[in-house]
């Protein structure tokens, strides 16, 4: 007697050969599988995972969370809208007065100003300025900086010293001036040592928890700077701090620190790239004396010279148009402005959609590990 198939319809003996007599039962000892319910059809194959609508839009959920937080954790105010580093806060169009002889917060270094001093000079400007009007001084101009012939107003040597004893602190000073840290000590030999005669805006950095710490600042006439080879300032000899173009602000600046004598708002100014580079700035001494100052010396290569025909730098006027930037301490990238630095009535040139910055020096292109910040007074 011959035994039925299983109703699965799928023979369970040998796979090839006639058969040589009754059918095994499936392995197992146990009975035939029943067949699935639905009239015997095949069950209906499991989606993949990307099929189901709920877990894309959880993973979808979870992707965008990520970004979100990656991008918070990254920013350069990390994360928040202001900051507390060392006795500084955020606050838009603040900013701090710093007189010339006075350390300042979050110092990177020792003073290394020398005895040197220039006299103050007040800018002539070409026409009437708002009160948020940014003053603008191209870096050649002469008479822009003063001080004492045969002697430099800082100590470039003792500032590398300092650095090396302070790898941490060159690292941080490297990033804003946008060179290895090994090249710290010839990035410092390449600046000029001078004396400001004009109460001069900035972006000043002071050191904190690691970093530096930019914040928009004041200069008082008679503080002692380095200056690269456009004629802007780069480092602030009485603190060793870094020094980069100032970010314009749309409304009138609130200052804080301490105010000196005669100063006045309208007064100041701020220092644009010379439209080529300078190879002998023209100083003023405080006698009223003239000389020459080669690009990168301390003074040894001094030599008098004749007074200019305009001894009184002229300014030309810029008015912030755009939105003031108030977290990054990036420099804007504008182009020098190409007009005669003695006599431009023009102000500076810009690329278009950047009119709202001060010109930077050319290359200088913020990258740093930054964030503009107002010391508390």
């Known amino acids: 007697m011959s035994v039925e198939p299983p109703s699965s319809g799928r023979p369970t003996g040998p796979p090839s050969g006639p058969l040589s007599g009754p059918s095994q039962p499936p392995s197992g000892g146990g009975p035939p599988s029943e067949p699935p319910s639905g009239g015997g059809q095949a069950p209906e194959p499991r989606r993949p995972w990307w099929g189901s609508v709920p877990r894309v839009a959880l993973i979808a959920t979870a992707v965008v969370a990520a970004v979100i937080l990656a991008v918070v954790l990254t920013r350069p105010d990390g994360g928040g809208t202001g900051a507390s580093d060392g006795g500084t806060s955020t606050a838009e169009g603040e900013v701090f007065l710093q007189p010339a002889a006075d350390t300042g917060p979050d110092p990177f270094t020792e003073s290394t100003a020398k005895e040197s001093s220039a006299s103050p000079v007040s800018p002539s400007p070409t026409e009437p300025a708002t009160r948020n009007a940014v003053q603008g001084v191209q870096g050649g101009a002469p008479g822009l900086y003063g001080g004492t012939r045969n002697v430099a107003s800082c100590d470039v040597e003792k500032q590398i010293t300092y650095f090396k004893g302070a790898p941490d602190k060159q690292r941080a000073f490297a990033s804003v001036a946008r060179v290895d840290p090994p090249d710290v000590p010839a990035y410092l030999r390449s600046l000029t ?10 972006t000043n950095h002071g050191y904190s928890d690691g970093r530096a710490t930019g914040y928009q600042a004041v200069l ?3 503080t002692a700077v380095l200056v690269d080879d456009r004629g802007m300032p780069r480092v602030r ?26 100063f006045k708002q309208s007064s100041v100014v701020a220092v644009t790239p010379a439209p080529e580079p300078v190879d002998v700035f ?22 008098k010279t004749e007074k200019p025909d305009k001894p009184s ?3 030309s006027i810029t008015t912030p148009t755009g939105t003031t930037d108030t977290t ?7 182009e020098p402005p190409a007009s005669d630095p003695g ?6 040139t810009s690329d278009p959609g950047t009119s709202s910055q001060p010109p930077p020096p050319p290359g200088d292109g913020t990258g740093s590990d930054t964030t503009d910040q107002a010391p508390s007074s």
């Open 343 to 348: 006599t431009s009535s023009e102000p500076p």
């Open 220 to 222: 008082q006439a008679g």
């Open 313 to 315: 730098p002229s300014v």
């Open 282 to 303: 023209v100083m003023c001494e405080p006698d009223g004396e003239w000389f020459e100052r080669h690009k990168g010396d301390t003074g040894t290569r001094d030599r």
């Open 328 to 334: 990054s301490s990036e420099p804007p990238t504008n």
């Open 193 to 202: 040592p001078v004396v400001l005669r004009i109460d001069t805006r900035v």
């Open 237 to 262: 000899c009485a603190c060793g701090n870094p020094l980069s173009a100032p970010i314009a602000q749309q409304s009138a600046p609130k200052t804080t620190g301490d105010a000196w004598p005669g």
